[in-house]
């Protein structure tokens, strides 16, 4: 059985950071592209960042790019979001997801998936 537990989320004002974590189990992913989508109230679930398993590569929405810093953690099966200068556009669910396809930044593309947590961003 394959999980993710994401933590981290909150409610904060803009401005302000987070750091949502990602912790994976019962497989090794080493050479799964691991990934951050958001769902915004009343919108679709949306690409954030993505990561390749050794690191080397990441990929951003251009919303988030220069603000968001997508990282793999020591421990091989974590993966990290720091998100800083958030804007209550940042509001959403946040999902962890894992992909068997290299670069992978389409939702389709991706196999497992969290149960999200919330990041609230105040104005």
């Known amino acids: 059985q394959v999980q993710l537990v994401e933590s981290g989320g909150g409610l904060v004002q803009a401005g302000d950071s987070l750091r949502l974590s990602c912790a994976a189990s019962g497989r090794t992913f080493t050479s799964y592209t691991m990934g951050w989508f958001r769902r915004a109230p009343g919108k679709e679930r949306e690409f954030v960042a993505a990561?390749?398993?050794?690191?080397?590569?990441?990929y951003y929405a251009d919303s988030v790019k220069g603000r968001f810093t997508i990282s793999r953690g020591n421990v091989k099966n974590t993966v990290y979001l720091q998100m800083n200068s958030l804007k209550p556009e940042d509001t959403g669910v946040y999902y962890c997801a894992a992909s068997d396809f290299a670069g992978a930044t389409k939702e389709q593309t991706y196999n497992y998936w969290g149960q999200g947590t919330q990041v609230t961003v105040s104005s």
């Open positions: 990561i390749n398993w050794s690191g080397v590569r990441t």
